[in-house]
Structures are given as C-alpha cells and as structure tokens.
C-alpha cells in the first residue's frame, strides 16, 4: 500500500532467523524473558525505541505493547491502530494470577475507549469488546495467502512414517489447556497412529515426558519450529490437523486458531474442540468433525473411528479444495486496506 514498514520486537536465544523479508525491522535482546520484569522491560525499552525514532502511524500488537504506542501517539500527536490478536485479559497465565490481571485490565479499560481503530481476530471477541466499551473492533480473521501447498519432500525425506496415520499438532503456542496432553495420552489407545507435534510451547518438556511412557513410546513425534515453508512441508504431508483447546477461559473459547487455516490450505481435514468460532468454519465448509470431549479414551475411540472411514476423510478433502479458495488472506485484507488507506 506504499508503506515503508518497520517491525518492532524481542530476540530470544531460540528465535529463528528473519530470513529477507519486504520490510524492515528491529529486534531487541531483553535482560528478562518473562514474568513481571519482562513487561516491564520490555515496555520501557520499547517506549525510548518509538520515542528517538521517526514514523507517521504506530501499529500496537496486542495488550503487551499498547501502553508505549499509545502514550508516544499523545506525544507526538500520531494515530494508533491497535491490532488485538486474542482477548489478552482472560489468558489462563492472567486468570490464575488476579493481581497481574487486574494491571492488564485497568491498561486496557483506560486506553481503550479512546482508541479509533481496532482490529480483532473473530466476531465473538469484537463482540466482547463492543459490550465492554461500546466499540466494535475490525475483524481480520489470520488466515494465510492462497496457496497451492505442493508436497515438495515426502514423507521419507522429512524423517516420518510412511506407513501411519498422521496427527499433527503445530503452533509456536502449544501451552497448557490447550488439549496438548491429552492428545498425547490418547495416543495409547490408538492404532496404526502418529501424532506430530511441530513448534514450541510451555508444556513441551511435559509432553516429551509423558511421550516416553511404554504405552505411548514411538507414537509421538516432536519437530522443533519450522520457517513458515517448511512448516508446511510437515502439515501436507499429514492426515489430519489438530486443534483441541479447552474451554478453560474466555479467551480460548472464542479462538480461531491460525493452524486451522494453515491446514485448510494444506488439504488436511481437521478434528477439533467443540468451539463457536471453531465450529462456525468446520460446519460452514464440511471439512472435519469434533472431539466429544477431552478424556484421552473419548478422542482415541474418535481417531480410530476416523482412520476407519476413509469416504468421510475423502469427502472432507474435496471440500477443502473449496475452504482454500474461499478462506484467502487477498480476501480478508480487504478490510485493512480500508482501515490504513486513511492514513496513505
């Protein structure tokens, strides 16, 4: 859109390299890596980076950096867009520590109502939002470019079975309550199942854990995050996608997950959490089913069920071919070219 971009965050030691993207960025090594000292690092180095450098128009992504846009958008009298990817005050880490939630909460319920655009991922949280503060946010749903997602290496090459069923389970946020242990302990009541898990989270060292348990040993696969190309090499080449968050707390039950559009494009029918965003896709388009509940027993029975019926696995991926035209971020970035446009 004629934008000269400059992205904006944090470098870990496990981060993966930028590669050579069409814009411009910075990132910035943090004493802490987590918890309050992080924040707060973070935030204040942050707010000097946006104060001593140059721009016309400030993007916000997420709660964690809205406070030093916004106050540096007062300063230098700039618009803010505030771009909201979850409903970050009812993440699990924020509801089991009230006192940290209630900080978030007061940042929020002050900048807020003052913000004039605003992006969210889903209607259900937009909705959220417009009953809290009276404004209805933009929704962009993250779903990624059309895409023919060819099979450029087999599964041979990328070091999987060829003979198994294969469940992949990917994202860079694979926590807790987010179905991930109980897909693992399911896995000992399968047969003729793998379940790859491919990226990072909290609860990947109990899941490696559990996974050498004799009943589950070689049935669970795990591969480190993948640049986004070869991530998708692992998801084509699976059976099916997994995306089995729990209903713990708000900010789950209305996810839309990125991996479900990830696996639209890659032609894999998904098995999922019975949640409405969730729902409202799988239904609309026919292409996969749901877990009956999170018990390890239940979500085996319903795998082996699914590898034995192989006319509803194909019938789920002639629908995808329609989900995929369909489901296009040319499309869905039609709403942010109308938001930005303003400010060109």
Known sequence: MGFDVLLVGRKLTDSLPMGNPPYAYHRMKLAFTKGPLFYACFNLRLFFFLLFHKFDLLTSNDLDTLLPNYLISRIKNKPLVYDSHEYFTEVPELVNRP???????RIEKWIFPKLKDVFTVNESIAGLFEKKYGIRPHVVRNIPFKQKVEVKKTRKELGLPEDKFI???????????????????AMQYTRGALLLIVGGGDVIDTLKKMSEKPDIKGKVMFKPRQPYNDLMQYTANADMGLTLDKDTNLNYRFSLPNKLFDYIQAGIPVL??????????????????????HQPEQIARKINELMANREQLNNWKRNLTFAADDL????ESETIKKVYGKYV
């Open 99 to 105: 006192a940290v939630q209630k900080v978030w909460k």
């Open 167 to 185: 469940l992949i389970l990917q994202g860079s946020g694979i926590n807790i309550h987010r179905g991930s242990e109980e897909i693992t302990e």
């Open 272 to 293: 999922a959490s019975d949640l409405p965003e969730i729902r409202k896709i799988i239904d609309q388009y026919d292409i996969g089913t749901f877990i009956p509940g």
């Open 328 to 331: 296009t971020w040319e499309k």
